[in-house]
């Protein structure tokens, strides 16, 4: 099955449009960002997308108004050839509204795969400080998506050297022009739809042995980000979130006096008893078998 652009919709990951693009990268010797390009239909309403990687959208032909509501505010906004959309990947909850005329888009995806390939470690910089443009109008950034379609149209004769250039040139434009500044990105939260998918997998796996990376993987970040977001969002590290959730489901389970404390432990992915007891004690202030006993 050929790759697709995709987005969450319900906390499921779906191509954003329902039918094949005009146009894709996927089959051809492009090596840059994956490339749609679509035809959307008037009338359409798109709702509850969020975004777990950054897409670029530019339209190239058609007219119609078109409506966003969520996360990212409320804003409308009149799509013609050249209106551009930026969606970062920690965009939340998005509804996008279609009236008026079929408008064109020529969309690319900067997933972290390929991201990583181009920059490396470099790769986070570019996507994760990047504000969500909705409408706007910017000549070289039209320009330089038009010559990536173009390229992928052609059959990609300029090799993968020309299509990774291109693709770094439009990291780099990104970061330079829609960047926000430093200071601004140590203040940065989850939306509350990062939120719901990451509380949803902790407490759904408590008694898992979970990793950065798999949490981070959730939301398409890099551990150190995660963490970053992680620790401004709820004001403690992912790991003592974890222990802190974990005795408070073990507090559930000791009322019960349907399980020992051994079983408890297990149970809740701890490492063995004492350890167990060790963490219960100093969130708690007093050892499971206690607790259990004033139950």
């Known amino acids: 099955m050929l790759a697709r652009i995709t987005g969450v919709m319900d906390g499921q990951i779906i191509p954003i449009t329902p039918d094949p693009p005009a146009l894709s990268s996927a089959a051809s010797r492009w090596s840059g960002f994956l490339l749609e390009d679509f035809l959307i239909s008037a009338g359409r309403d798109e709702i509850g997308w969020s975004w777990h990687t950054t897409h670029v959208g530019v339209c190239t032909s058609g007219s119609s108004l078109i409506k966003v509501r969520g996360d990212m505010g409320h804003t409308s906004y009149v799509a013609q050839a050249g209106s551009v959309c930026i ?79 291109l693709s770094l040139a439009l990291a780099a434009y990104l970061s330079a022009h829609y960047a926000a500044p430093r200071a601004e990105r ?94 219960f004690r100093k969130i708690t202030g007093t050892t499971p078998k206690r607790y259990q006993r004033s139950c």
């Open 87 to 165: 969606f970062p990947r920690r965009s939340g909850r998005t509804n996008i509204y279609h009236s008026g005329g079929g408008v064109r888009f020529t969309v690319l995806e900067l997933d972290s795969r390929c991201l990583h390939r181009l920059l490396r470690d470099d790769g986070e910089e570019v996507t994760s400080a990047l504000t969500p443009q909705i409408g706007i109008d910017d000549p070289p950034l039209t320009a330089l998506v038009a010559s990536m379609r173009t390229e992928v149209e052609q059959g990609c004769p300029g090799g993968p050297l020309y299509g990774e250039s």
């Open 186 to 279: 140590l203040q940065q939260r989850f939306t509350r739809e990062q939120i719901r998918l990451v509380l949803d997998f902790i407490h759904a796996h408590l008694g898992e042995n979970l990793s950065l990376v798999e949490l981070a993987d959730l939301l398409d970040l890099s551990p150190h980000y995660f963490s970053l977001l992680f620790k401004n969002t709820f004001g403690v590290s992912p790991h003592h979130y974890l222990l802190r959730e974990r005795v408070t489901e073990s507090r559930r389970l000791l009322a019960t006096q349907r399980m020992s404390v051994s079983e408890v432990a297990m149970t809740l992915g701890f490492t063995d008893q004492s350890h167990f007891t060790q963490v």
